[in-house]
């Protein structure tokens, strides 16, 4: 298949950019002024001509390390979300004084994954960026590192990234490192070749990507899975150099720059979406052979029948993940009964329910609609 560059770019004006601790660091420590002006001027212009930005950044505990004196990043995570409280306030002054300079507004939006595993803190959320962004300020989202732990941690800014398109319905991701895409091999090595555009996200693809950084917690993998997952909305990723001067105008004027992802043809919708990445799982059904089958290959909702297992305790309307026998993952979905009651119906037939629960609400455990295959 042969796709045109600008049959995928073209009139996509809301944009989220993301800006990892690589390209943002400063030779000295802390943040690199000169990388924030330059990119707030460049969007400022591009404002001008219709387009709307939401940032996702990095940088707080750079500049914490600078405003303490510090050359190395600890591993306490104590330790770093101290850091992180001091240098946040630091980072958005970088960014609200280059904007500022253009006469636009920033927004600080902090966030952590506990705080979007609810749905209702997730529309409250999005419409808090709705708002910045009709007001005509610019969002700056950054994990709310000072009190987060691991357990709710999105553990970097590009998964985090993925999620603010759903949360804004954005139309392109753009993230921003300090190489020029995805190469065919490490870089580093001088043998790697640019892949100038991906059509879909396999197994070699994840190979070329490799694993973290040396620096963060991303690397190009974690890049990568955010392209995959953002794919899934129906849209475009480009991963491209920061420091290349007018960057994001040649993105925009889908001149060759990075790397494009192209969106998959069949998108999931934005509810569907926060099933399969934003929400918290709250227990596992393990399903027959069956079972798999008719989910995955026939896109039908999961029937009592096809269950053999039920780990966790769960209320009715909680989010479960969906495995096979092996215990791999296939799906995810909010369920229509309670753990206790699934164990009851699981493996007889639906016109036995209402025999075995003494009500009946339903013959589906998981409706096809509340339902989402893993990618």
Known sequence: ???????????????????????????????????????????????????????????????????????????????????????????????????????????????????LDDRKRFVNSRNT???LLRMGAIPVINENDSVAVEEIMFGDNDFLSSMVVNLTDADLLVILTDTAGLYDRDPRLGEGRLIEMVELVD???????????????????????????????????????????????RILNAEPAGTLFLPATEKLGS?????????????????????????????????????????????????????????REVARGFTSFSADHIRLIMGKHSEEIREVLGFFPGEEVIHRDDLVLKE
């Open 1 to 115: 298949m042969t796709v045109a560059r600008d049959d995928v770019l073209r009139d996509r004006k809301s944009i989220i950019v993301k800006l990892g601790s690589m390209v943002l660091a400063g030779p000295e420590g802390g943040i690199d002024q000169v990388i924030i002006d330059t990119l707030a001027e460049e969007m400022a212009d591009l404002v001008q001509k219709g387009y709307r930005f939401v940032i996702v950044s990095s940088g707080a505990i750079l500049m914490g390390l600078r405003e303490m004196g510090q050359a190395t990043t600890p591993r306490a995570m104590k330790v770093k979300q101290a850091l992180a409280a001091i240098g946040q306030s630091k980072l958005m002054h970088a960014y609200d004084e280059a904007f500022s300079t253009h006469g636009i507004k920033v927004g600080q939006v902090l966030l952590t994954r506990e705080g």
């Open 129 to 131: 960026l709705q708002a």
């Open 203 to 249: 197994e070699k693809i994840l190979d070329a990507a490799g694993g973290p950084g040396d620096s963060g917690s991303g690397g190009m993998s974690s890049k990568v899975m955010a392209a995959k997952r953002t794919a899934r909305m129906g849209i475009p990723t480009v991963i491209a150099d920061g420091r290349t001067p007018g960057i994001l105008t």
């Open 271 to 327: 509810r569907k979406h926060w099933i399969a990445y934003s929400a918290g799982v709250s227990g596992t059904l393990v399903l027959d052979d069956g079972a798999v089958k008719a989910v995955v290959d026939g896109n039908k909702s999961l029937l009592p029948a096809g269950i053999k297992d039920v780990k966790g305790s769960f209320d009715q309307g909680g989010l479960v993940q969906c495995v096979d026998r092996s215990g």
